[in-house]
Antibody, heavy 123, light 107 residues
Framework: QLQLQESGPGLLKPSETLSLTCTVS??????????WAWIRQPPGKGLEWIGS???????YYNPSLKSRVTMSLDTSKNQFSLKLSSATAADTAVYYC???????????????WGLGTLVTVSS | EIVMTQSPATLSVSPGERATLSCRAS??????LAWYQQKPGQAPRLLIY???TRATGIPARFSGSGSGTEFTLTISSLQSEDFAVYYC?????????FGGGTKVEIK
């Protein structure tokens, strides 16, 4: 059974870079049918896709965040990561990592999720 | 970007009754539509993909229908554990987008 676990600082100051890591267990992030995603949810609000990364390193980012987002893989640790630069209070949210299937095979739905981690941006 | 609009925002239903939730896409997503359930403090859980296919372990009282731009999630007889927020998501185009959610509350 695939399991995902987010980790990273829960508090940062405005203008700092938000950095989170998702550790995957029970499966490999180099699986060719898997994409690895970050999704966030501001308190009391809905879900927003941030971006997805494929095992090859190909990335897909939400255009609204693209200028500030970088995602990467660490295959040796079976982890993938998110960096969001120039954070503001509007970036305060629960951040989830998740797995979805091959978008190009019509499987872009999220079937495995981490528990989520709250990140607060405040001075 | 495909905009997903869910209605109503809140649905008040008595246990045992049927709940019907709607999701509309700003342009066609074919049948590439998923539904998720989220309870307070928990991650979303996949209920339906391909507009009508139940995910593993999802009870038969959950059903999905629709294609193109209009989709429906039906819960045939609401159980206490079904009171939650439900989201639709399209995966026909990047960026992958979610609807704003429908909260199903106890009447």
């Amino acid at each position: 059974q695939l399991q995902l676990q987010e980790s990273g600082p829960g508090l940062l100051k405005p203008s700092e870079t938000l950095s989170l890591t998702c550790t995957v267990s029970g499966g490999s992030i180099t699986n060719t049918t898997s994409y690895w995603a970050w999704i966030r949810q501001p308190p009391g609000k809905g879900l927003e896709w941030i971006g997805s990364i494929y095992y090859s390193g190909t990335t897909y980012y939400n255009p609204s965040l693209k200028s500030r987002v970088t995602m990467s893989l660490d295959t040796s640790k079976n982890q993938f990561s998110l960096k969001l630069s120039s954070a503001t209070a509007a970036d305060t949210a629960v951040y989830y990592c998740a797995r979805h299937g091959d978008y190009y095979d019509n499987s872009g739905y999220y079937d495995y999720w981490g528990l989520g981690t709250l990140v607060t941006v405040s001075s | 970007e495909i905009v997903m609009t869910q209605s109503p925002a809140t649905l008040s239903v008595s246990p045992g009754e049927r709940a019907t939730l709607s999701c509309r896409a700003s342009r066609s997503v074919s049948s590439l539509l998923a539904w998720y359930q989220q309870k307070p403090g928990q991650a979303p859980r996949l209920l339906i993909y391909g507009a009508s296919t139940r995910a593993t372990g999802i009870p038969a009282r959950f059903s999905g229908s629709g294609s193109g731009t209009e989709f429906t999630l039906t819960i045939s007889s609401l159980q206490s554990e079904d009171f939650a927020v439900y989201y639709c998501q399209q995966y026909n185009n990047w960026p992958l987008t979610f609807g704003g959610g429908t909260k199903v509350e106890i009447k």
